[in-house]
């Protein structure tokens, strides 16, 4: 099936929609529509090519669709959050805490399925992630997809739900965190600020992720923007846009890169004449 994307090659185009976008909230529809091209993509040639076996049929639906479908329910959370982030702090908090809620009720609902994943076990995967045993299991039915028995499983739109939110929580209480104590600092407590501007700080995030220095590559520059964020206090609004004025620099574009670097050989090399 060369039709079929790899997760490195679908979160390489996340990232240069990501680095291409001024704004969160234009990244994240970006986003949103090239994931629901992918998936149209898949559909269309799911409706004509026949699967070879049944194994190649649970390997489709239970891994390599799940690569673009859990993609498109985290991002579509992300950008519904965003739409609030202009919102008063009451309404963010309440609207934090209702789908924090929502999403342990889900997992809660889902505990046998999720075992069943997190084990690694097999032995339903034709009832779950065929389509000839659709009606043989309870099915999970997303009122928000369009459902295709063609293009569905009974368990494939649950399995790309409990990724996506395994991501999603974790992102969801932090920001919660942040709107309830907006002074605090990470768990531990330290007084280090950071004094350099904040475009410069961007420079370092951006030269993180571009190098693949922080999960090999595949951490996503939302969730390190998130953790500066936190780290310094610093609220780093239109990293996008900050990304391409640096891309359009005159001269030097690694300008405090290329400052640290020098103070640091100089320091060095001094140490080492002594």
């Known amino acids: 099936m060369n039709f079929l994307i790899t997760s490195e090659q679908l979160l390489k185009e996340i990232s240069k929609i990501e680095e291409s976008s001024s704004s969160r909230l234009i990244a994240f529809n970006r986003i949103i529509k090239y994931c629901r091209e992918v ?7 799911i409706r004509v090519l026949k699967f ?4 190649e049929e649970v390997q489709f639906f239970k891994e390599e669709k799940q690569i673009p479908l859990s993609q498109l329910i985290y991002f579509t959370n992300l950008h519904t959050l965003e ?4 919102s008063s702090v009451k309404y963010r ?5 209702k789908k924090i809620e929502k999403i342990n009720k889900f997992f809660q609902r889902n505990r046998e399925f999720q075992l069943y994943i997190d084990l690694e076990q097999t032995r339903m995967d034709k009832f779950y992630f065929s389509r000839n045993f659709q009606n043989e299991v309870t099915s999970y039915y997303d009122t928000q997809q369009y459902w295709d028995p063609e293009f569905s499983t009974s ?7 409990l990724k996506a939110y395994e991501r999603l ?4 209480q932090k920001e919660l965190i942040k709107l309830q104590h907006p002074q605090r600092e990470l768990t531990f407590s330290h007084n280090l600020k950071w004094t350099a501007s904040k475009i410069d700080l961007i420079e370092i995030i951006y030269a993180l992720h571009f190098s693949g220095a922080i999960n090999n590559g595949t951490a996503n520059i939302i969730d390190i923007v998130s953790l500066f964020e936190v780290v ?3 609220k780093l609004d239109n ?5 391409s004025e640096i891309k359009g620099r005159r001269g030097r574009i690694t300008k405090f890169l290329d400052e640290i670097t020098w103070a640091f050989e100089q320091k060095v090399n001094r140490e080492n004449e002594l």
């Not at 998936?39 to 040639?45: H, P, T």
């Not at 990293?239 to 990304?243: D, E, I, M």
């Open 39 to 45: 998936l149209e993509i898949y559909r269309k040639n």
């Open 52 to 55: 070879e076996s049944l194994s």
């Open 83 to 86: 739409l609030e982030s202009t």
């Open 93 to 97: 908090m309440k609207y934090l805490s």
């Open 155 to 161: 368990h494939d739109s649950l399995l790309a739900h």
């Open 169 to 172: 929580l974790p992102f969801l």
């Open 232 to 234: 310094f206090n610093q």
């Open 239 to 243: 990293c996008y846009k900050k990304l």
